[in-house]
């Protein structure tokens, strides 16, 4: 707290009997509590995002909040050793296990069940928790220990869903690609309760919207800041029970982008490495970004240089979705507020000499990606499918045997669980 970090709680050994993605032995062996932390997004620029103003400002944010997390994380990380404790920073995001589809993006440690764990967030609707000050829109940072810490409280199972989502569900209608349901729930298991979400429909759906391959609405009347629209899905909704095509769109759509691999590799190095200093030396407070939009591009390009990642200086913009935890307020109207001006301000697309262009409608959308398509050279993408291919596979490919199993045993009793509550339900009634 000193820090500035207000919402930090933490788990015991006693409260982590969960998913294995909950599993602190996977990130460090003898690890017993962990400690986690949020810190908000910035509203003024979720407002410039939601209402298509400029994705510049949340995207700076978003630089400078996940390496501040880093560094207050390594901070009290530093601290416990120096107490005799084990402890370790754990990567905000891109820390992915070892999968042989590199694509399953199943994380080292998830940050959201030790938010939920640790007593500072609920389950929220969308997957993304929710936080009693600040709603969904927050980053999230967790420290693991082998210090034997006492407990926080944790909310009630399903706290956020009787008292907002139930009656909100305006994070399943900002999804671009409606990754989950609106009406339809599922359930997971967390220290013997079972918790409420909506039901996934594909979380390819969700990477497709999140890496921008597709950011047109299903009512075509809003896009996110993605680049491209998949053809195909402009007239007809995917099926999201055909999984194998859904992959197959995804790969070809982004491996055309030619800029793939280095949109990836800015969230991977933000999130997983600790640049000491440089942030603050490349980038403006978001009190100082000018209110010029190609000098905030410029401003984003160098940094994104700094970082020694070439190839995306025309549109330096990695974070173009998120869209169902920016809407999520603390309170149900100022939920309500940020979803209508998502849905109200129309559509952005690439324009002349590739320069986003906010417009009313998808017919005026249509006409300016007519005008002004985005190709990108044969031996770029070439070039990108094989760096992609590489960092992909050098990372994540590979195979968590011990996660499986744990995965197997999880879903069995995940399982009993479910049938233990209807039979309960039933007899009661
Ligand atoms: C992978 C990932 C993504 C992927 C996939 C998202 C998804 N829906 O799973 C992509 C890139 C698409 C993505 C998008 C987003 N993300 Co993200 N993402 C993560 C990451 C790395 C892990 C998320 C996670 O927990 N996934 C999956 C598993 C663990 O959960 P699960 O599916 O419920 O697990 C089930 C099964 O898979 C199984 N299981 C669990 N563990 C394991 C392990 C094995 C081996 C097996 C076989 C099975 C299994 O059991 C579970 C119950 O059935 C975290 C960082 C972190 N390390 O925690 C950030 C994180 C969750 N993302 C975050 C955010 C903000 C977003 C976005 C809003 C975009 C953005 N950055 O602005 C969107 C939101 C999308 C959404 N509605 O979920 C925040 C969450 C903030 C919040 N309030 O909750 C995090 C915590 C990053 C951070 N440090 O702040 N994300």
Request: hydrophobic share 45%; with cysteine.
């Given at each position: 707290m000193d820090r500035g970090v207000q919402v930090v709680g933490i788990a015991g050994p006693d409260r982590l009997d969960g998913p294995p993605s909950l599993n602190l032995d996977y990130s460090m062996k003898g690890a017993r509590s962990v400690i986690s932390m949020a810190l908000p997004m910035d509203v003024s620029a979720i407002d410039a995002f939601l209402s298509k103003r400029s994705p510049a400002p949340h995207n700076l944010d978003q630089f400078i909040n996940y390496q501040r997390l880093f560094r207050v994380e390594t901070e009290l990380a530093d601290y416990l050793i120096s107490l005799g404790y084990k402890a370790r920073a754990l990567p905000t995001s891109a820390d992915y296990r070892r999968s042989p589809y590199v694509f399953s993006l199943q994380p080292a440690f998830s940050m959201r069940y030790a938010a939920i764990a640790s007593g500072i967030a609920g389950q929220g609707w969308s997957g993304n928790v929710i936080t009693k000050e600040y709603g969904a829109a927050v980053y999230l940072g967790a420290v693991i220990t082998d210090a034997l810490l006492d407990g926080d409280l944790p909310l009630p199972a399903d706290y956020f869903y009787e008292t907002r989502c139930k009656q909100c569900r305006c994070c399943a209608r900002s999804c671009p690609s409606r990754m989950f349901s609106d009406q339809e729930n599922e359930r997971y298991l967390l220290n013997g309760e079972l918790y409420t979400r909506g039901k996934r429909r594909s979380v390819d759906l969700c990477?497709?919207?999140?890496?921008?391959?597709?950011?047109?609405?299903?009512?075509?009347?809003?896009?996110n800041w993605g680049l491209h629209w998949i053809d195909d899905w402009v007239e007809k909704e995917p099926n999201p029970k055909k999984k194998t095509a859904l992959?197959?769109?995804?790969?070809?759509?982004?491996?055309t982008t030619g800029d793939s691999m280095p949109r990836f590799d800015i969230l991977k190095r933000l999130c997983t490495r600790l640049y000491p200093g440089e942030v603050s030396r490349f980038l403006p407070s978001l009190d100082h970004f000018p209110q010029d939009e190609s000098e905030r591009y410029r401003i984003?390009?160098?940094?994104?240089?700094?970082?020694?990642?070439?190839?995306?200086?025309?549109?330096?913009i990695p974070m173009v979705c998120g869209q169902c935890a920016l809407v999520c307020g603390p309170e149900p109207e100022e939920t309500r507020r940020r979803y209508k001006l998502l849905t109200s301000s129309g559509l952005v697309v690439p324009g002349e000499k590739g320069r986003m262009t906010k417009v009313e409608t998808y017919e005026e959308a249509s006409l300016l990606r007519r005008r002004y398509p985005l190709k990108s050279p044969f031996y770029r993408n070439l070039r990108d499918t094989f760096d992609s291919l590489y960092l992909w596979h050098r990372y994540y490919f590979g195979l968590d045997l011990r996660g499986h199993l744990q995965a197997i045993r999880y879903r069995r009793r995940m399982k009993k669980a479910l049938s233990d509550n209807t039979n309960h339900k039933t007899s009661s009634m």
């Open positions: 990477k497709i919207s999140c890496f921008g391959l597709h950011s047109l609405s299903y009512d075509r009347k809003w896009t992959m197959a769109a995804m790969l070809r759509k982004g491996l984003l390009a160098a940094f994104i240089s700094s970082l020694e990642i070439h190839g995306i200086d025309n549109y330096p």
